[in-house]
């Protein structure tokens, strides 16, 4: 067994190395405090540096709600858009169809019109066409008394002229 002497001897070298542990940590104590006392000088930089932060994230944050809404407001006016034009195109068709059964219409009444006042006044033509008949029939019966020279007593009339043969009907119908 030790001596108290001897324990006592062992406790004086663990002394200093008890004070040295304590300076340290005296001065670590104090070093952070110095710190602590320094802070409100950098409070306003890390106040500004927070704010740029959150301002940062709000930014995008806002920015990216902003892109996702005009996305899905893009996506609903393609939707209504399209509706709209396939609304107008069947108005327009059905506009279109009204209109033109409406033109045809009016066309067909006009022509009914024309018809029922057409009146063609054709004798004019017509006796035109028989004045013709009637030159040609001579001109043959003619060329046929130059063949046959001699009229019988038949085909003479009182007055010593040859009997005309009525020419066919030669009127047109209407």
């Known amino acids: ?6 324990r006592f001897k062992k406790k004086k070298t663990s002394r200093p190395i008890r004070f040295l542990l304590a300076s340290l940590i005296l001065c670590f104590g104090i070093g952070g405090s110095f710190s602590i006392a320094f802070a409100d000088l950098d409070i306003n930089s890390t106040i500004l540096s927070w704010f740029d932060r959150q301002g940062t994230k709000s930014i995008e944050s806002i920015e990216t709600a902003i892109s996702s809404e005009k996305e899905i407001q893009l ?65 043959a019966k003619n060329e046929m008394n130059t063949v046959q020279p001699s009229a019988s007593i038949e085909d003479t009339t009182e007055t010593g002229a040859p009997i005309e043969e009525e020419a066919p009907s030669t009127e047109i119908n209407k």
């Open 1 to 6: 067994m030790e001596s108290r002497f001897e």
């Open 75 to 139: 996506q609903r006016l393609k939707e209504a858009l399209q509706t709209e034009m396939a609304d107008a195109e069947q108005q327009l068709n059905t506009f279109t169809e009204a209109e033109k059964l409406a033109r045809v219409q009016a066309i067909q009444d006009y022509a009914d019109q024309l018809i029922a006042n057409m009146d063609i006044d054709n004798t004019e033509e017509k006796q035109q066409i028989a004045s013709q008949f009637d030159a040609i029939l001579t001109a």
